[in-house]
DNA sequence: CAACCAGTGGCAAGGGGTTGCCATCGGTTG
DNA sequence: CAACCGATGGCAACCCCTTGCCACTGGTTG
């Protein structure tokens, strides 16, 4: 089961190991004719070099872990694709954990990991900050849906992008607005928060925060009741999950959406353009956040120096406007 | 950066490296003092084995590999998310891989995992059965959502899946009924077909299939416009994502579903029951095949003996009855 | 007190590949 | 023809960890 080996190669063309390694990562350093018969015997044998092998003398596994803090949450999917996506292109192989929203667990795996990857992408990571710092001293890190000094990053841009919503809904005459909040170690959330605030503030609209709620269908029921009893005529939720729950609950309630009031959540996940109302969102290129951290990371891990500042990335945010979001109601 | 190794444990604590391994990999073999002392070395330095030199030595890799035919697909998350659950209580790694719906880059990516990987799961591989024997004798493979004389595979029970659907619509006065088929290259799509016929055949409804299909939702206009020529009243397309695009044409034509044509889907992705109208599907214990799948291979790969022979599980699928579907009309 | 033994720890080889350094070889140059 | 040179291939050490085997220790047994 387990391949033939560089031995065996050697032997059977009749050269040295060394040889048979260089012919595959040198090819310029054996001559022509060796390499062709040493590559000849190679595949004829189905000869495949370790990995690890190599990994153990170059340091370099070629393998990238992305960490995300919820699979069950179809955004993620989005950043997933393209992480593989790029890390394929580079052939680097990608190790996929879920951390079920624990930190304990995250960290965990991480630390499990850290002798086997050449660096770290996580896709919004429920870890504090220090022990974001004190992992990215031991591997290169790159964040995805965070923010945090000193480390690379690749966000859709929420200031910009809360900005939008808050135009959106003020444009439709709204004057309150309730946040309905994601989890309390959720960067995004605290984040979202802020820039919701200050963007009413300026636009004269109140905005309020109840919460916070795991960003789930299920959660919609108590996010929905909390929220109508705020009295805002504008819900904006953590994400499209919760969104699709609220609605829900409104509907169950006989609130009618956008008639009463108007709900908006973040992602734009596929089933934001299927559910009824159709769901006005917050989205943006998510792959490609997926496909940037990979690829900031890849750079930055194959830099030998570790002294430029970390490169920040912020993607525009579009606001997808459907029926979820009306007039405010008179 | 490269952690500390087995070396600078040993010389803080004072003994061979033999030692400090048999602290880890035995803690039998050294006595308590001993052990205590290295592990608090250990511990104190940050030391963490290397999973890729101890591979080295035992061939074991504590690594799975996972690979999708499509990962825009949302079904496979389910699939993914299972398989990530049942590695990681195992504290196996898991390596994901997107196949991109291509035999050549599945092929590739699993020939280059090869020396790295302790076996596949391959979820409804796009590979001809004689890849998939030879890859076998390779490393150890279970198949999802496919199935393979000779090898072990975990899917939903078609057979029983599809004879649901069929009574389901024979029940609703349906007697023409046409299957929008899958890839080429799917085998899904062909059990699919073989029983929905043959259920069809015993029930007295008549069914046609048109097709292959990409099944994406992009690919419902083609889909419908034909099965609306073909005549046929209920509408059984190779998956949910398909499903939803023949619904959207129809729409777009006027024609009611459930009251003019009936929409049937497979793999209950959790956009089915946000659309309108939502969706009858087949849906299943989908996290459940990954897990499953994951938990046979680790099964066969920690067995010294490969005689047995292999383990082929179907699991129940489930007819999820939604707004779809409704009686023929008359 | 000798013989024996279980319990511990160390030595060194090995697993698959890489690489610095040296030796060889055929060919150039003067 | 001698001196020299670039191209090429081999030797052996090294990466980090595991493990078979031996050596030593202190205690038990007869």
Redo the contacts with the bound molecule.
Sequence with gaps: M?GP???D??EAA?????????A???P????????ERVLAVATELG????PH??A????RHHTVAMVVSDITNPHYFELIRGAEMRAKASEYTLVLVNAEESPRIEYDQIQRLV?AVDGFVLAASRLPDENLLQISAQRPVVLMNRELAGLPSVVLDHAQGCRQVVEHLASLGHRRLVYLAGPRNSWMAGTRWTALRSAAEELGVEATRIGPFTPRVSQGGAAADGALHSGATALVAHNDLLAIGVVQRLRQRSVRVPEDVSVVGFDDIFASSLCTPTLTTLGGAHAEVGRSAVEVLLQISNQPSRSEPATQIALPAELVIRDSTGLVRR
């Design positions: 387990p080996t560089i031995y190669v050697a009749g050269v040295a190991t060394s040889t048979v390694s260089r595959f990562s040198h310029g350093r054996v001559s022509t004719r060796t390499r000869y495949r070099p370790s092998a190599r153990l003398l170059s340091g002798p």
